[in-house]
């Protein structure tokens, strides 16, 4: 399956080797290569997958506590504003 990819001429872009899709950054290279070819990742593109995962998931952690602590911070607001009114 071939798809055509709009990347503007002057844009860096990181292509996959093994499908030919291209990614804004080296670390999106990384995770598409380990969650769409797994089979085919030699030991250094395995690491650079599992690196990039784990500042994926880590970004997603601070992310999540600070999505709840909006959540928290409405929740209580507009508990006070129903007390008070």
Excluded: K
Excluded at 58 to 77: H, K, Q
């Amino acid at each position: 399956m071939t798809d055509d990819y709009d990347v503007p001429e002057n844009a860096e872009s990181y292509e996959c080797r093994y499908c030919g899709r291209p990614f804004a950054r080296e670390e999106w290279l990384a995770l598409h290569r380990g969650l769409d070819h797994p089979a085919q990742l030699d030991d250094e593109e395995v690491a650079a997958f599992r690196a990039a995962h784990d500042a994926e998931e880590s970004e997603l952690g601070v992310f999540r506590l600070r999505a709840l602590g909006a959540l928290v911070a409405i929740y209580f607001c507009l508990l006070m504003i129903y007390a008070l009114v």
